[in-house]
């Protein structure tokens, strides 16, 4: 269904939608966090963003890819 990424479905068939704050546990944010929004507009905000690890990770990844062109630019000078 679409917009069921902040929902399960129990064996029973029925279903239960995530809290903000389950939402913002399963993305990485701290429990302060705050949401001064709707659920449904936090949610999607939450939908849109990425998580905090995925873009730690990222982030790692690039700054090392960076610090390897460098040196290469460097032992080519």
Not at 14 to 21: A, D, E, G, P
Not at 47 to 66: K, S, T
């Amino acid at each position: 269904m679409p917009g069921g990424e902040n929902m399960m479905v129990r064996d029973d068939g029925s279903v239960r939608y995530f809290t903000i704050r389950e939402s913002a546990r399963l993305m990485g944010l701290p429990d302060d966090y705050s949401f001064p929004r709707s659920w449904s507009e936090s949610m999607r905000q939450m939908g849109n963003a990425v998580p905090v690890q995925l873009g730690e990770a990222v982030g790692e990844w690039l700054a090392e890819q960076v610090e390897k062109v460098k040196g290469l630019r460097r032992s080519a000078a």
